[in-house]
């Protein structure tokens, strides 16, 4: 499983099937990893076992390092490792796992619209030279909505004139990396794998 829940859509007009109301009703938190885990129960009882996303994908999981041909400047840095920090803690209280950064000031939190969403409207306060940074939570688990980007991000983050984008080495899956890192280094976004140590 990648990618982002659209859990907005359970408070619109959302009508799921007799088996998705039972499991909704039994359901005591509406949280993502709660949401993630009773699926994967769900399955389990239909003998379908859920493993870790990123079993067989270590090709496409984010090393530390400089993934790019640009590195990002000093004060840049800065604001990635304080994007991290700020990150991880959202991600603890079950909020998001992206957050858009500049000057030591955090400018978005992504929360329910996701990180693409939080990406534009962080960087339309930036004006330019912003930073994105996403992680794993805390306690994620990784059978499951393991933090992942893609072209879409790096379009977004060029869209809104941003200058880097900082993921969690060893725990965020980069889709079509070879594509994704091409399209960084023609845009001139830097692109990192960070890990707590950094």
């Known amino acids: ?20 109301a039972r499991f909704l009703a039994k359901m005591k938190s509406r949280e993502d990893d709660d949401l993630l885990r009773g699926i994967a129960d769900e399955l389990a009882a239909d003998g ?11 090709h496409i999981i984010a090393t530390a390092g400089v993934l790019t041909k640009r590195a990002p400047r000093k004060d840049e840095w800065e604001d990635i490792k304080l994007g991290f920090r700020v990150a991880k803690d959202i991600g603890r209280l079950g909020i998001g796992q992206a957050v858009v950064v500049k000057h030591q000031v955090v400018l978005a939190v992504e929360a329910v619209e996701g990180t693409d969403a939080a ?7 930036a004006k330019t030279g ?12 990784l059978r499951f909505d393991v933090p992942a980007v ?12 941003g200058a880097a984008l900082a993921v969690e080495a060893g725990k965020t899956i980069l889709l079509e990396k070879e594509k994704l890192l091409g399209h960084a280094d023609e845009l001139g976004v830097a692109v990192v794998g960070v890990s707590a140590a950094e």
């Not at 879409?152 to 060029?158: A, G, L, V, Y």
């Open 119 to 125: 990406i534009l409207r962080g960087g339309a306060l």
């Open 48 to 58: 379908i076992q859920v493993v870790e996303s990123t079993l067989c994908l270590s």
């Open 130 to 141: 912003c930073v994105v940074v996403k992680v794993s939570k805390p306690q994620q688990d």
């Open 150 to 161: 893609g072209v879409e991000t790096i379009k977004n983050i060029h869209q809104v004139r």
């Open 1 to 20: 499983m990648a990618g982002g829940i659209r859990k907005v859509k359970l408070f619109g007009n959302f009508r799921p099937d007799l088996r998705g």
